[in-house]
């Protein structure tokens, strides 16, 4: 099948990479020429595990291609799928200016049948906005075609993106015509060869459903979160409350780590969005409006927890910081919560010295010169007065902790994410301080 993807980014350019090496001939349209052109050079702008082999294998045979031409991008596919950033507008609510333009661009353009798909995450009723948005320009070209607006929210996860588009739980498929459900259809038939997992619904529960699923996960988050800080004061050990609770099937185990709260593309914005919407209808969502205010106070958690141990004034002091991406295996620090640590410790009057696996070179975009970057995880420590984790990249999860000992000024550490075992770092001598551990 010949399909268009508008936007090359996390999402985009995986559901690309990924439709391509089931056969497809697809090409990626982005508006960003810089992306574009490291694309037709092979070089793959963001880090996630496994998309480069098959960018560069489907690039090679011709079924992957890469444009900034938009009249050539609209040729292309049957299948134009929408996958452009939805931030946040100023009131929270998802700013639709980019999928609109990616929906008025179709129509300024198209000749024949097309099948719009939304796979941003956007609000409820978004769909009849694209609808509307290509009607007026076709109208405005004074010519009528036909075209079908579906709802495909995508579920993956950056880190391990790859592999849930390749195998994905479910596939969501909101649409209101039958000929635009058969083309879906046929486009997931490959990844679910085992048995169906499509959900066909209508549009509206389709676009809901994402904000459902972001929603319920940082709500879960923001619970453990706060119920670590409860376990500190009770002197209970949030890490035995977690396996207690998640061995309940009803609960599960999934997404009930506490840690210094829930950052990334997704998640902050999903949740503002949903209670905006909600107050469009004059609604409030007080549960989720309390998940944000729970993740804004967790993000500050650690710093605390520093300021308790060493005071309010940090002049003077430095910090080595394991971990800057919002969560391991991306490179992507879009509302991480290091981002809120660093900015804090600096303002204070500290000094930091960051290691990161993959997000060094983001980090380098965003922070500039404000830190130090240390090229791993022990230099990182010469010469501190204590270390911070805050992403729980696996590779902080052995450390030697006779040399952290050795390096740091004093023996003293602060866990973000609970990776390590507090008796064990107390064997070493170190001064240990997760999150709801005892
Ligand atoms: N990142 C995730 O893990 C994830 C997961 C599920 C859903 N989503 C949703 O998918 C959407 C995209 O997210 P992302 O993380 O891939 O964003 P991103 O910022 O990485 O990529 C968006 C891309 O769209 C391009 N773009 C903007 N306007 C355009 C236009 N008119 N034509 C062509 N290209 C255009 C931008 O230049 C950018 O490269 C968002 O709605 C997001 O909420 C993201």
């Given at each position: 099948?010949?399909?268009?993807?508008?936007?090359?980014?996390?999402?985009?350019?995986?559901?690309?990479?990924?439709?391509?090496?089931?056969?497809?001939?697809?090409?990626?349209l982005d508006v960003d020429s810089r992306k574009i052109e490291m694309l037709?050079?092979?070089?793959?702008?963001?880090?996630?595990?496994?998309?480069?082999?098959?960018?560069?294998?489907?690039?090679?045979?011709?079924?992957?291609?890469?444009?900034?031409?938009?009249?050539?991008?609209?040729?292309?596919?049957?299948?134009?799928?929408?996958?452009?950033?939805?931030?946040?507008?100023?009131?929270?609510?998802?700013?639709?200016?980019?999928?609109?333009?990616?929906?008025?661009?179709?129509?300024?353009?198209?000749?024949?049948?097309?099948?719009?798909?939304?796979?941003?995450?956007?609000?409820?009723?978004?769909?009849?906005?694209?609808?509307?948005?290509?009607?007026?320009?076709?109208?405005?070209?004074?010519?009528?075609?036909?075209?079908?607006?579906?709802?495909?929210?995508?579920?993956?996860?950056?880190?391990?993106?790859?592999?849930?588009?390749?195998?994905?739980?479910?596939?969501?498929?909101?649409?209101?015509?039958?000929?635009?459900?058969?083309?879906?259809?046929?486009?997931?038939?490959?990844?679910?060869?085992?048995?169906?997992?499509?959900?066909?619904?209508?549009?509206?529960?389709?676009?809901?459903?994402?904000?459902?699923?972001?929603?319920?996960?940082?709500?879960?988050?923001?619970?453990?979160?706060?119920?670590?800080?409860?376990?500190?004061?009770?002197?209970?050990?949030?890490?035995?409350?977690?396996?207690?609770?998640?061995?309940?099937?009803?609960?599960?185990?999934?997404?009930?780590?506490?840690?210094?709260?829930?950052?990334?593309?997704?998640?902050?914005?999903?949740?503002?969005?949903?209670?905006?919407?909600?107050?469009?209808?004059?609604?409030?969502?007080?549960?989720?409006?309390?998940?944000?205010?729970?993740?804004?106070?967790?993000?500050?958690?650690?710093?605390?927890?520093?300021?308790?141990?060493?005071?309010?004034?940090?002049?003077?002091?430095?910090?080595?910081?394991?971990?800057?991406?919002?969560?391991?295996?991306?490179?992507?620090?879009?509302?991480?919560?290091?981002?809120?640590?660093?900015?804090?410790?600096?303002?204070?009057?500290?000094?930091?010295?960051?290691?990161?696996?993959?997000?060094?070179?983001?980090?380098?975009?965003?922070?500039?010169?404000?830190?130090?970057?240390?090229?791993?995880?022990?230099?990182?420590?010469?010469?501190?007065?204590?270390?911070?984790?805050?992403?729980?990249?696996?590779?902080?999860?052995?450390?030697?902790?006779?040399?952290?000992?050795?390096?740091?000024?004093?023996?003293?550490?602060?866990?973000?994410?609970?990776?390590?075992?507090?008796?064990?770092?107390?064997?070493?001598?170190?001064?240990?301080?997760?999150?709801?551990?005892?």
């Open positions: 099948m010949k399909i268009t993807v508008i936007g090359s980014g996390y999402v985009g350019l995986v559901t690309g990479a990924c439709l391509s090496e089931h056969g497809n001939d697809v090409l990626c037709q050079r092979g070089e793959i702008p963001i880090h996630e595990p496994g998309l480069e082999e098959i960018v560069r294998r489907n690039a090679a045979a011709g079924r992957l291609r890469f444009t900034t031409d938009l009249a050539a991008s609209v040729a292309h596919g049957t299948v134009q799928f929408i996958a452009v950033g939805t931030p946040p507008d100023e009131d929270g609510s998802a700013d639709l200016q980019y999928v609109l333009a990616a929906a008025r661009n179709i129509a300024r353009h198209m000749t024949d049948y097309k099948v719009v798909v939304d796979k941003s995450t956007v609000p409820v009723g978004t769909a009849d906005k694209v609808k509307a948005a290509i009607a007026e320009e076709l109208a405005a070209r004074g010519i009528a075609l036909p075209y079908s607006v579906v709802s495909n929210p995508e579920f993956l996860k950056e880190g391990a993106a790859v592999e849930d588009f390749m195998k994905p739980d479910r596939i969501v498929i909101g649409a209101d015509d039958e000929r635009a459900v058969h083309v879906m259809r046929s486009i997931y038939l490959p990844f679910q060869r085992n048995h169906d997992r499509t959900l066909v619904m209508d549009v509206r529960s389709a676009e809901l459903t994402k904000y459902a699923a972001n929603a319920m996960l940082a709500t879960r988050i923001s619970f453990m979160n706060e119920l670590a800080n409860l376990a500190e004061v009770l002197g209970a050990d949030i890490e035995l409350v977690r396996r207690g609770i998640g061995s309940d099937p009803r609960i599960g185990y999934s997404f009930l780590y506490p840690g210094v709260g829930y950052g990334g593309s997704c998640f902050p914005k999903d949740v503002k969005a949903l209670c905006r919407t909600a107050q469009e209808h004059d609604m409030d969502l007080r549960v989720l409006q309390a998940v944000e205010a729970a993740n804004d106070v967790q993000k500050m958690r650690l710093v605390h927890k520093v300021t308790a141990r060493l005071g309010e004034n940090l002049a003077g002091r430095r910090f080595a910081l394991w971990g800057l991406a919002f969560k391991p295996r991306t490179d992507d620090m879009r509302e991480a919560p290091s981002l809120v640590i660093v900015n804090e410790l600096l303002s204070r009057g500290a000094t930091v010295c960051a290691f990161d696996p993959v997000a060094m070179h983001e980090a380098r975009r965003i922070l500039g010169d404000r830190i130090d970057y240390a090229d791993s995880p022990l230099a990182a420590l010469a010469g501190a007065d204590a270390l911070l984790v805050v992403t729980e990249w696996k590779e902080f999860q052995c450390p030697d902790f006779e040399r952290i000992k050795a390096l740091l000024k004093q023996p003293l550490i602060f866990d973000g994410r609970n990776l390590f075992d507090p008796l064990a770092v107390k064997e070493y001598g170190i001064e240990y301080e997760a999150i709801g551990r005892r």
